[in-house]
């Protein structure tokens, strides 16, 4: 007999109207707009309102609505290209006091967002922006590491009162630590277990959790070494600080909702909604300006260039513009990672500076140095690495040149701890560096492997293209399958409407990215489910002329091809989960729409398609036809 049971039906009924209401925000187009966020120190008032109100007459854009939501102001505008003039006028007349980003303001009615409805994120291809891949050198992370190691252990000694011989990085990531004649090296070798790995595990400039160093004491040499675990926790740990670190200089960039996520093992993925200026992104995410302040070390800097001669302490600089060598103390006082905030000021005679303010740790050991060394010098390092590239054969090859300059040092006058300033750069140079040290410095230098640009007007010709693409899809397999199927073809036709309502449902419900390889995903989805539909019609087709009553064809054919559609099905969540997992952006997006839209078809094919014709063919006394 061909039955359903009623609560089947509740169900359908209760799917039906979640996908409806959640699938419902994507009718509601989003207003182009700028988002201005207030710090240090300024307000979002009245003043702002008119300030923003003049700024935008000056350009001739007539704002659509100003509102306050969640502390920022936000402004809303009619066109792309009335974005695009309000973003670059506001950016100017603002000042630095403002964030100025630009944003897609949502026109869901507020019913529908306390019910916690949404539309799906569109990705950089539906909407336009810049996209960066790139590559972090993990190596040098490394490299970073255990010369801190290193740097830490010499310390230690010199604190102990424990005379070396020399403190040096050995092979494979190890540290050599040679104790002169005459030294305890049971106690030294003590010494540095305390130190670098104190109580609570974790080795000193490690993460918590490390596993332990290991030491091996012969003769007066003790070896250190980094366990395989640590090392590997140092390259993860390197990604990401890198990726905590980019979101912070992306805020100050001024970019809403972007996306920053870590593709494979070394790689970091950039996406930047409506920034078309590569050249000004570039140069904020991708530098690893930072300063370091060490000592000066006596000595002759000319001789020890001259000879290669230079003291086991220092570390030869040259002198920013004058270009005469300096020898630098290999103790680092403080650097960018230390700072809690940096600010572009001048100083008192009015050439540009940069205020900075230490963490505690450094403060303390800034204050110690400063207080014991008053009437020595003290320099300043400025680090910047430099995207070069360079044609050989006929290819560009990119490289990057480290650049590491002395400003000219300076005489400690009087001891200073965590709040102090620092002079010698240009303006641009110290604006930029303010900026860099606010974010918070790169564990590991990184470079640009892969960039490209979307503009706005291709990516609405993408989502124009994509729904066209899905519609047609529908819209002839509805025409073919009710010329073919008759009955069951628009029965076919209503699962498939039904498919693509869950499948949009599901993904603006979990805030799935909706990209152009997305749309794909989902005219597949419609394949699939059509496939499905095409297995039971068939079989039900087979069972008439075989001779079975209609009512019980219907029944044999759902039942019998059931789990024929549940095995092709699971072969393509197979592959779905496959390219999800080891896929990268565009295709983690045809992935994630192809998974949903398996199960949404096999839950139209199997349950929903059969509702209906049991709602049709049911409750029939005498059915002696089925059209099919």
Do not use: C
Request: charged share 20%; hydrophobic share 45%.
């Amino acid at each position: 007999m061909l039955e359903f049971p009623r609560w089947k039906y509740v169900l359908i009924l209760l799917v039906l109207v979640f996908s409806a209401v959640y699938a419902l925000p994507n009718i509601y187009p989003q207003d182009p707009s700028v988002q201005i966020t207030a710090s240090r120190g300024a307000t979002i008032d009245d003043a702002l309102r008119q300030k923003v109100t003049a700024a935008l007459n000056t350009v001739q854009v007539v704002p659509k609505q100003l509102e306050n939501r969640n502390g920022d102001l936000l402004v809303r505008l009619s066109s792309p290209d009335a974005q695009t003039k309000a973003n670059d006028v506001l950016r100017e007349s603002l000042g630095e006091n403002y964030t100025v980003a630009l944003n897609l303001a949502s026109t869901v009615p507020q019913w529908l967002s306390n019910l916690g409805a949404k539309p799906m994120v569109r990705g950089l291809d539906l909407q336009g922006g810049v996209h960066f891949t790139l590559q972090v050198d993990q190596k040098a992370a490394l490299d970073k590491r255990v010369e801190a190691f290193v740097e830490d252990a010499r310390v230690t000694l010199r604190d102990a009162k424990m005379r070396t011989d020399s403190v040096l990085r050995g092979p494979n990531n190890t540290i050599l630590v040679n104790i002169a004649q005459g030294q305890d090296v049971g106690a030294a070798r003590n010494a540095l277990a305390a130190a670098l790995a104190p109580a609570n595990g974790t080795a000193s400039g490690a993460l918590v959790g490390a596993s332990p160093l290991t030491y091996d004491v012969q003769g007066n040499r003790i070896t250190i070494g980094l366990p395989e675990s640590e090392l590997a926790r140092i390259s993860g740990d390197a990604i990401q600080q890198n990726i905590a670190t980019l979101r912070n200089r992306i805020n100050a960039l001024g970019v809403a909702e972007p996306v920053i996520q870590q593709q494979g093992a070394d790689r970091i993925v950039v996406e930047l909604p409506g920034v078309q200026d590569t050249a000004a992104a570039k140069r904020l995410i991708g530098a690893t300006a930072t300063i370091e302040f060490r000592a000066v070390v006596d000595g002759d800097a000319l001789e020890a260039q001259r000879t290669g001669n230079v003291p086991p302490e220092a570390k030869l600089y040259t002198l920013r513009d004058v270009g005469a060598p300096v020898l630098l103390n290999k103790r680092v006082l403080a650097s960018g990672e230390q700072m809690v905030n940096a600010v572009s000021s001048v100083d008192q005679n009015g050439q540009p500076a940069v205020d900075i303010t230490l963490n505690n740790v450094a403060g303390q050991r800034m204050f110690e140095f400063t207080s014991a060394n008053v009437g020595k010098r003290m320099a300043v390092v400025y680090i910047e690495r430099i995207p070069e590239v360079k044609m050989v054969d006929g290819k560009e090859v990119r490289s990057v040149r480290v650049s590491e300059e002395s400003l000219a040092p300076s005489t400690v006058n009087s001891p200073f701890g965590k709040n102090f300033q620092t002079t010698g750069l240009s303006k641009d140079e110290a604006d930029n560096l303010a900026k860099l040290l606010r974010a918070g410095s790169l564990a590991a230098p990184m470079g640009f492997v892969e960039e490209y640009v979307i503009g706005p007007s291709l990516g609405a010709e993408n989502v124009e293209r994509g729904i066209k693409a899905v519609v047609y899809s529908f819209l002839f397999t509805l025409v073919f399958f009710t010329i073919y199927y008759r009955v069951f073809g628009a029965i076919t036709s209503v699962a498939l409407l039904f498919n693509l309502l869950i499948v949009v449902a599901v993904m603006s419900l979990f805030g799935a990215t909706m990209t152009l390889p997305g749309f794909a995903g989902l005219a597949l989805s419609v394949g699939l489910s059509v496939d499905a539909n095409v297995l039971i019609n068939e079989r039900i087709r087979e069972e008439l002329r075989h001779g079975m009553p209609p009512k019980s064809a219907i029944s044999a054919g759902y039942e019998k091809a059931g789990g024929t559609i549940l095995d092709a099905n699971l072969t393509g969540l197979i592959v779905g989960i496959a390219l999800f997992a080891f896929g990268t952006g565009p295709l983690k997006g045809f992935a994630l729409t192809m998974i949903i839209g398996i199960f949404a078809s096999m839950f139209t094919a199997i349950t929903v398609s059969r509702a209906l014709a049991t709602l049709i063919y049911g409750r029939r006394k005498k059915l002696n036809s089925v059209a099919i």
